[in-house]
């Protein structure tokens, strides 16, 4: 199949089939479709749609993010995770807020920060209709099947096969719809298992349906046993307060407001000790598991009731007491938001 019969039956197929009202497809803008691929990294569409709805609202464009505190733009992007996409976004806005416009070319775009080069394709096909191509994973995905290209997608020679393919594919005319077409047809048709081959209109020339490899491809990458890491996270409560610390602003969870975490309850306790607060009492709960990409968290929480007036907090602009109306304020990973959300409501009972 060359490029220009690919590119219509893909087209095609988007006519007939392709999502046309995703949130982000309205009201397009630079902005909020660079918004959308960000959030879309990694995450599911269905997931993405309410976080970008709220998103929006509160930072309906790039001025407004770009003027919005960090710890305001953590807590949208509360539960969502890889917290280092929100930080990015952040750090964008402000360089494109003193540039005074948003970047059109490959090159302004690549420079800002969580900006790669399939993000910037996407960005400029579907927002400026530039023709640039593009490689998310399910593009990776189509085209691994359709050349039946064997090897890991994250193997320098397989990604640059990719790209090649890519860009010979990338039509000059109607890219936006292209763009979304191909990523549409790799979230809806041929997806990782029991995907649809006779609803693909790639089918006829797809190698890998031809050889039956389909199944086989992308060659996927041997499954490791995660590590597990456990920690102890202290939830010191005082008078319907609970205290919370600022994490560094890189690494897991940077910037966003946690529970002091501990290898023991023992440690726990000492810290508890060792900065004058009474442990008026105790109490161990469940065990519960957050798993990332490269391991499992096992965490249990500790909540040690208190009187302390603990002075030090006043000191430290990284820790503070916390109720639970102002807790919905701030940025809080999935876990430690579910943690807190079970202690008080346990409270109010």
């Known amino acids: 199949m060359n490029p220009a019969t690919f590119q219509q039956n893909v087209l095609a197929w988007f006519d007939q089939h392709g999502r046309k009202d995703l949130p982000w497809q309205q009201n397009i803008s630079p902005y909020r479709v660079w918004l959308s691929e960000i959030m879309l990294q990694q995450t599911q569409v269905a997931t993405v749609i309410p976080y970008f709805r709220t998103f929006i609202a509160k930072f309906p464009d790039v001025e407004s993010l770009a003027q919005a505190p960090i710890d305001e733009v953590l807590q949208m992007w509360s539960g969502l995770g890889y ?27 690549m420079a800002l920060p969580g900006i790669g080069l399939s993000t910037a394709g996407a960005v400029l096909s579907i927002a400026f209709n530039k023709s640039h191509p593009i490689l998310d ?16 997608t994250g193997n320098s020679q ?10 010979r594919f990338t039509p000059d ?25 006779e609803e693909c209109p ?8 031809k050889t039956e490899t389909v199944a086989d491809l992308p060659t996927r990458r041997m499954t490791k046993k995660l ?3 456990q920690l102890i996270f202290l939830l010191l409560h005082n008078n319907q307060q609970v205290m919370l610390e600022k994490r560094p602003p890189t690494g897991i969870w940077g910037g966003l407001w946690s529970l002091p975490e501990f290898a023991s309850e023992d440690d726990a306790e000492n810290w508890c000790n060792l900065n004058n607060i009474a442990i008026d009492h105790r109490k161990s709960g469940n065990q519960q598991r957050h798993t990332f990409s490269h391991y499992h968290l096992d965490y249990t929480p500790l909540v040690i009731e208190t009187n302390s007036t603990m002075d030090f907090i006043q000191e430290n602009d990284r820790v503070n007491w916390y109720n639970n109306q102002q807790i919905k304020q701030l940025g809080l990973s999935a876990p430690i938001k579910l943690l807190l959300q079970q202690h008080f409501k346990g409270e109010q009972k």
């Open 83 to 109: 917290y280092a996409r929100a930080r990015n976004l952040h750090k964008a806005a402000r360089i494109i807020g003193e540039q005074g416009q948003f970047p059109d070319t490959l090159d302004g775009l």
């Open 137 to 152: 994973g399910n593009v990776k995905r189509v085209l691994a099947r359709y050349k039946a290209i064997s090897g890991l």
């Open 158 to 167: 397989v990604i640059k096969q990719l790209w090649e393919i890519s860009a």
């Open 173 to 197: 005319e109607r890219v936006a719809d292209y763009t979304q077409a191909m990523m549409d047809l790799g979230a809806t048709v041929c997806t990782r298992s029991k995907p649809s081959c």
């Open 202 to 209: 790639l089918a006829t020339a797809c190698l890998a349906w």
């Open 227 to 229: 590590p597990v890491k």
